[in-house]
């Protein structure tokens, strides 16, 4: 087969990042025994949080801003292709349970769909316009988050996501793991994690799918933080639904009040199991009714509707 001029221009930009790079020094890897295959990925993966802490003022602007759209009703959207899209699904698939927010309010798009998530979609990375579209079957607001993830910062469905979220006045995040990204340059915040050339030349789920999902973690975690989802390091919004995360709430209640089992469950069951609203009627010493008029007064903010009940 002929290559084409558009192939040949494409080969030529992947070579020129630094994640797609080749590593001579690693052209035996396949040589070497096993424990020694791992040290060296073990090795590779160390300098990956070193990486994301370079990042971490502009992570830190790219969450403030986020939390800000979320406060007023906006949602969190993550579009990504691949490795990319995948993480982006996983993380806002983990924010209903975890902090107990509407599934729709943090939503993951993976471009060629839910098909995508376990086998190749081809082609789908490359359309920007399929990013158009599935923003638009979301109907996209001025008050939405988008943040479009891709580990070479070149790929058409992330980069056409911040393209079309920032024309219709959304916030945009680009997370990408090369400097000089289209992506970063696409969006208002960009995040570029450079973690280096992959120990499997251009195999971006490694090091760049690692630093990937330690930014989202933060992205969510700490917009949920600020969205008083936590008390403290406790996940009182967690969404009891099944005997572990049960379990679980009642430990939560335990740690945020001291109280005693008895106590804690006449509570929790006064208060449907809701962790928080069981919480505030212990320290504050509120009936249940009280307890979710005061955080429905305070956003959902445990420690303003525990000053609001000792007035």
Not at 213 to 238: E, F, H
Request: glycine letters at 10%; hydrophobic letters at 45%.
């Amino acid at each position: 087969m002929t290559p084409t001029p558009e192939s040949t221009g494409l080969r030529a930009q992947l070579a020129s990042l630094p994640t797609e790079a080749f590593r001579p020094e690693l052209a035996e890897i396949d040589r070497l025994s096993t424990l020694e295959i791992a040290t060296l990925m073990n090795g590779e993966d160390a300098g990956v949080p070193a990486a994301v802490a370079r990042e971490l003022p502009r992570i830190a602007a790219a969450v403030d801003a986020v939390a800000e759209r979320m406060a007023r009703g906006g949602r969190l959207v993550y579009a990504g292709a691949g490795t990319a899209g995948r993480l982006g699904v996983l993380d806002a698939s983990e924010c209903p349970p975890t902090f107990n927010t509407d599934p729709a309010q943090v939503v993951g798009l993976v471009a060629g769909g839910r098909d995508a998530l376990v086998t190749s979609v081809e082609g789908a990375e490359d359309s920007a316009e399929l990013a158009r579209r599935d923003l638009d079957a979301l109907g996209l607001t001025a008050g939405d988050a988008v943040v479009g993830v891709s580990a070479s910062g070149r790929t058409p469905y992330a980069v056409g996501a911040v393209e079309h979220a920032r024309a219709h006045g959304a916030l945009t995040v680009g997370l990408a793991c090369n400097p000089g990204s289209a992506l970063a340059a696409a969006a208002e915040h960009g995040i570029e994690v450079v973690v280096g050339p992959e120990l499997i030349t251009g195999s971006t789920r490694l090091k760049a799918g690692t630093a990937q999902k330690l930014v989202l973690n933060m992205i969510s975690t700490i917009t949920m933080i600020r969205l008083g989802k936590t008390y403290g390091n406790l996940m009182v919004d967690v969404r009891a639904s099944n005997d572990k995360l049960r379990a679980r709430s009642r430990r939560i209640v335990a740690l945020a009040t001291g109280a005693g089992d008895d106590e804690i469950e006449a509570a929790l069951a006064a208060t449907g199991g809701e962790v928080k609203d069981a919480i505030l009627t212990i320290l504050g010493q509120v009936d249940a009714p009280t307890a979710a008029r005061l955080l429905a007064e305070s956003g959902g903010r445990l420690r303003e509707a525990l000053v609001a009940a000792a007035r």
